[in-house]
């Protein structure tokens, strides 16, 4: 498990010198852009990523994560050299930040079913939920840092120098994490997928990814589960990104203030990684994955007390709790879910969850931004508090899934298998 290690310390590095651009970036194109316009730049991103999502994913099954996260990762550095041509000449605009956007949704398209797959490809079943775990607080943690250094930063100095500054310190990281995953595949640190192994022709890729979204739809569990995970993230995705950013600005709170409250939404995910486990052993992964949902609603409820208020403290406060609420939420069945599907599908599967991700985030961000312009900045925040209620109220009504969050990991190898006959066993391609 040594490879794991290594490659888990330097994806926390990476993550979090990369979780500061979410508070300089945004404040950057804001001076230069309406709300609108930024608006639209992170629907053309999430359309782009829904379109080429599908299709994309399957490379992850064919040629393994850690070959496609090297070309992915190379992409992801020259986009980010051309936002860096922007920033620093000032552009302003809107086609060539659209570019940027655009480029962004194709790359995370690309990486996200690979990011999402490598950690099992690594390890063995037994030690998923572990692994699992100390991934997610690694990715959180990095929001933790990241946020925090930004805010500070911005105490003395302005977002674009700060931006270039993170993407100068990531050149350093990526070098070194490219080196990290090269060696990995070359000792066969990684465990390809069998259709990895498989030469097929080019024709083929679209069947792949239509067949791994059909997978979905015909697995009940799975369909349901893609309705109240693409509602949950249409609230969330943009009241604890776009959202803040947009609160900062309109009640001219200190541009400080966004780093301090991203950072809030680390420190509530790091927290809960550290204590979910606990949880679950005491009050059953179903009773905490329900009590997290509730918590999170009213939470956000106190966020839009806060931003009424405008009381950026209060309303740190009540992020951290709402993210931490929604950790817990987040980790009771994530395991299960992962065994559950055979390997040979997870590429596939994990590209059409960045699907409803991209369709529900962009969505969201489209609704929010109206009702903001509209309503006020804690508008989304109340209307987001009641339907998360609504759709926490009615898991209990998705076919399954009550039973499979409630297994131990060993218990859910292969439940869908056993579940629906031969629907999921493995296919020979020609």
């Given at each position: 498990m040594k490879s794991v290690r290594i490659y888990l310390t330097s994806y926390g590095i990476s993550g979090a010198i990369l979780s500061a651009l979410p508070?300089?970036?945004?404040?950057?194109l804001l001076d230069r852009l309406s709300p609108a316009a930024y608006a639209s730049l992170l629907v053309v991103s999430g359309v782009v990523q829904m379109i080429l999502v599908p299709l994309l994913?399957?490379?992850?099954?064919?040629?393994?994560?850690?070959?496609?996260?090297?070309?992915?990762?190379?992409?992801?550095l020259a986009n980010l050299l051309f936002a860096c041509a922007c920033v620093w000449s000032g552009y302003s605009s809107l086609v060539l930040w659209a570019v940027f956007y655009a480029a962004s949704g194709a790359i995370g398209a690309l990486m996200m079913p690979a990011q999402a797959t490598i950690v099992q490809s690594m390890v063995p079943d037994e030690k998923l939920p572990r692994y699992l775990g100390v991934e997610q607080a690694i990715a959180v943690s990095g929001r933790l840092v990241g946020p925090?250094?930004?805010?500070?930063?911005?105490?003395?100095?302005?977002?674009?120098?700060?931006?270039?500054?993170?993407?100068?310190?990531?050149?350093?990281?990526?070098?070194?994490?490219?080196?990290?995953?090269?060696?990995?595949?070359?000792?066969?640190?990684?465990?390809?997928?069998?259709?990895?192994?498989?030469?097929?022709?080019?024709?083929?890729?679209?069947?792949?990814?239509?067949?791994?979204?059909l997978m979905r739809w015909k697995?009940?569990?799975?369909?349901?589960?893609?309705?109240?995970?693409?509602?949950?993230?249409?609230?969330i995705v943009p009241a604890f990104s776009m959202n803040l950013a947009l609160t900062v600005k309109m009640l001219a709170w200190s541009n400080a203030?966004?780093?301090?409250?991203?950072?809030?939404?680390?420190?509530?995910?790091?927290?809960?990684?550290?204590?979910?486990?606990?949880m679950v052993d005491h009050l059953g992964a179903w009773r905490s994955a329900q009590l997290g949902g509730?918590?999170?609603?009213?939470?956000?409820?106190?966020c839009a007390v806060s931003v009424s208020l405008s009381n950026p403290l209060a309303t740190c406060l009540c992020v951290l709790i709402a993210n931490y609420s929604l950790g817990i939420r987040i980790y009771c069945g994530r395991a299960q879910r992962r065994v559950a599907i055979p390997k040979e599908y997870l590429g596939r599967f994990a590209a059409s969850h960045v699907l409803i991700n991209s369709l529900a985030a962009q969505f969201g961000n489209a609704i929010a931004a109206?009702?903001?312009?509209?309503?006020?900045?804690?508008?989304?925040?109340?209307?987001?508090?009641i339907g998360f209620v609504i759709v926490v109220?009615?898991?209990?009504?998705?076919?399954?899934?009550?039973?499979?969050?409630?297994?131990?990991?060993?218990?859910?190898?292969?439940?869908?298998?056993?579940?629906?006959?031969?629907?999921?066993?493995?296919?020979?391609?020609e």
């Open positions: 508070v300089f970036l945004p404040l950057i994913g399957t490379a992850t099954d064919r040629y393994g994560s850690a070959h496609v996260l090297i070309i992915g990762e190379g992409l992801y925090s250094v930004a805010g500070a930063w911005m105490v003395v100095a302005g977002p674009s120098v700060g931006f270039l500054a993170v993407v100068s310190a990531w050149l350093v990281v990526w070098m070194i994490h490219i080196v990290i995953l090269y060696s990995m595949v070359m000792s066969e640190a990684v465990r390809k997928p069998d259709t990895a192994e498989v030469k097929g022709r080019l024709r083929a890729w679209g069947k792949e990814a239509f067949e791994g979204l697995l009940r569990t799975e369909r349901w589960l893609a309705f109240q995970t693409g509602i949950e993230l249409l609230v203030w966004l780093g301090w409250l991203q950072a809030s939404c680390g420190v509530g995910l790091v927290a809960a990684n550290l204590t979910a486990e606990k509730y918590t999170c609603a009213a939470a956000m409820l106190g109206i009702v903001f312009s509209q309503f006020g900045a804690a508008a989304w925040y109340v209307m987001g508090s109220a009615l898991s209990s009504l998705i076919p399954d899934w009550r039973t499979l969050v409630s297994l131990k990991v060993d218990e859910a190898r292969g439940y869908y298998a056993r579940r629906h006959g031969n629907l999921l066993a493995p296919k020979t391609q």
